[in-house]
């Protein structure tokens, strides 16, 4: 297939390229920069100059493409963050899906992908959560932005035929990624707490099982569209049994332990707020429906080839 990528650049982006292009698949990536291209290239895809927030030149673009992709993100850097931080991200999630909804309809795509997050479930007390469970009534602030975007890709496909499948991923980690190498450094200089009882389930995903299910939504389209399906590695842990396993693998000193009130200072409040939310997600629907199964099941195996791959980087 004919497939565009926006966001191919990125941790995620990257990896779904290298994916389709090694099962022939014809791979252009939204291309903002000389640098992107070259990556691009060198990943043997077609970069495309474009603006994500430029409906004409996305437009062009992605005209002709069979499947387009909506992994673009832009997740800031830093560990205490604001809300303006997160404005670009969330106008790429808004705006961005716009205009990319409306490149694939006008393309004719026979598949559009759009990434979320399990985050829009908020916190549930712990409880279980899969494609069926409504969205939290307020979800974490920097969810609502997601929640939004599938709101434009459902009325798309609703109102005008789009046929589109809407991923929510766990939390990602991966040796290339920067909040999996932060956390890690932080580990080992035993900066990263454990945040009141550390009895918080997380939801996990290595990047390499997110880009498999991907790959899955476009060779498999016609039973992807129309879905929205949860993505994680099926193991839902706490966080304390995460944080104490790290600590582990890179032999530093047990975590810490701060009732969580405090961590408002150091990371803000809704940073705090994502880290804190309590769910745990099935991932039934996406191994039935697509015939997706991770390769790291469980986030012990999965952490420690980040810790492999780290090593030999």
């Known amino acids: 297939m004919r497939v565009f990528v926006a966001g191919a650049t990125g941790v995620l982006g990257r990896a779904v390229v290298r994916r389709l292009v090694e099962r022939g698949h014809q791979v252009a990536g939204l291309s903002r920069s000389d640098d992107n291209a070259a990556l691009l290239r060198r990943l043997k895809a077609e970069p495309r ?24 993100t832009a997740i800031p850097a830093a560990t205490r963050t604001t809300l303006e931080d997160w404005a670009e991200n969330d106008r790429i999630r808004r705006e961005g899906t ?7 309809l006008q393309a004719g795509a026979r598949i559009y992908v759009q990434q979320s997050v399990l985050y829009v479930h908020g916190d549930r007390d712990g409880g279980w959560v899969d494609e069926n469970t409504p969205p939290a009534g307020s979800p974490p602030l920097l969810a609502r932005s997601a929640l939004d975007a599938e709101e434009i890709v459902r009325s798309a496909a609703a109102a005008r035929g789009l046929p589109a499948a809407i991923l929510r991923f766990g939390a990602f980690y991966h040796p290339e990624a920067h909040s999996t190498r932060v956390m890690l450094q932080m580990i080992r200089e035993n900066r990263f707490p454990i ?56 032999g530093a000193r047990p975590p810490r332990r701060v009732p969580a009130f405090l961590a408002r200072f150091a990371i803000g409040p809704h940073t705090l707020e994502i880290l804190m939310a309590s769910y745990r997600s099935r991932s039934d629907a996406v191994r039935s429906a697509l015939g997706w199964s991770p390769a790291y099941p469980s986030f012990r195996m999965g952490l420690q080839a980040v810790l492999t791959a780290a090593a030999q980087a």
């Not at 100059?49 to 909506?70: K, Q, V, W, Y």
């Not at 009141?196 to 939504?217: K, M």
């Open 49 to 72: 100059a474009a603006d994500l927030f430029d409906p004409a030149t996305l437009g062009r673009a992605a005209a002709g493409s069979e499947a387009i992709l909506h992994l673009a």
């Open 98 to 104: 716009r205009h990319l909804v409306e490149a694939a």
């Open 195 to 250: 945040l009141g009882s550390g009895r918080t389930w997380w939801n996990l995903i290595h990047v390499e099982d997110a880009a498999t299910a991907v790959v899955h939504a476009v060779e498999r389209h016609d039973r992807a569209a129309g879905r929205t399906l949860a993505v994680s590695d099926g193991e839902p842990v706490m966080m304390g049994e995460v944080l104490d396993y790290l600590a582990t693998l890179v």
